[in-house]
């Protein structure tokens, strides 16, 4: 089946704007997962969402990163007035329950 | 606290060559499960292997192999007969038990050298 699919591959914005980046899950997948890996470092955790359950905010660095996740399917993050540190990959994970989690593709965002 | 060591930053190996990947791990967990992801120059993050905290059975796929200790806290992985293909940077996860939250190492980059 389909993996995990993210949108855009690329995002390239300036400093001050909103940007929305997409999350398409493994079907079936109840848990989604959000990370950010700057150039040359490990993945930071985000966000996390699992069923209906309120989702693990812990990672958000700050109150412009925010998170939603659709009917239990798509998830969109927004990154409001972006900062040339947000400049990053973001990469979209799902999981069954509490399993493996299968990445996606990731967006590479830039901050001019 | 919870914590995955990837000592090595980044090891070159020439084609052939077997290569070690450390991760150490710390939990008090019981129950906790670990992975390794290859993400190679494309990007995209590559499931390799789940392991689980009862089963110290170390296991071989191919090439490659992972030798789970818990006496160490260690889940070293191997490949054997390195190839060009094998060029990543590979992450070592913890996942505790009772959150869906791995705490990844901070990458070992490999480079098989032609």
């Known amino acids: 089946g389909a993996g995990v699919s993210q949108s855009p591959s690329n995002k390239v914005t300036e400093k001050g704007k909103d940007v929305e980046l997409r999350c398409d899950p493994i079907s079936g997948h109840t848990a989604l997962y959000w990370y950010r890996q700057s150039l040359g470092q490990g993945l930071e955790f985000l966000i996390y969402?699992?069923?209906?359950?309120?989702?693990?905010k812990s990672g958000l660095p700050s109150d412009r990163f925010s998170a939603e996740r659709t009917g239990g399917s798509v998830s969109t993050l927004t990154i409001q007035r972006t900062q040339q540190e947000d400049s990053a990959v973001y990469l979209c994970?799902?999981?069954?329950?509490?399993?493996?989690?299968?990445f996606g593709p990731g967006t590479r965002l830039t901050v001019l | 606290a919870q914590k995955v060591t990837q000592a090595q930053t980044e090891i070159s190996v020439v084609e052939k060559e077997d290569v070690t990947l450390d991760c150490v791990y710390e939990?008090?967990?019981?129950?906790?499960?670990l992975f390794w992801y290859k993400q190679p120059p494309s990007g995209e993050l590559v499931f390799l292997i789940r392991r689980n905290s009862f089963d110290e059975q170390n296991e071989i796929s191919g090439r490659y192999s992972w030798n789970f200790q818990k006496s160490t806290s260690s889940f070293n992985f191997t490949i054997t007969a390195s190839q060009v293909v094998d060029s990543a940077v590979y992450f070592c996860a913890l996942g505790p038990s009772g959150t869906y939250k791995y705490i990844f190492g901070t990458g070992t980059r490999l480079k098989v050298l032609a």
């Open positions: 939990t008090r967990d019981t129950t906790y499960y």
């Open positions: 969402f699992q069923g209906n359950s309120a989702p693990d």
């Open positions: 994970a799902s999981s069954f329950e509490g399993y493996t989690q299968y």
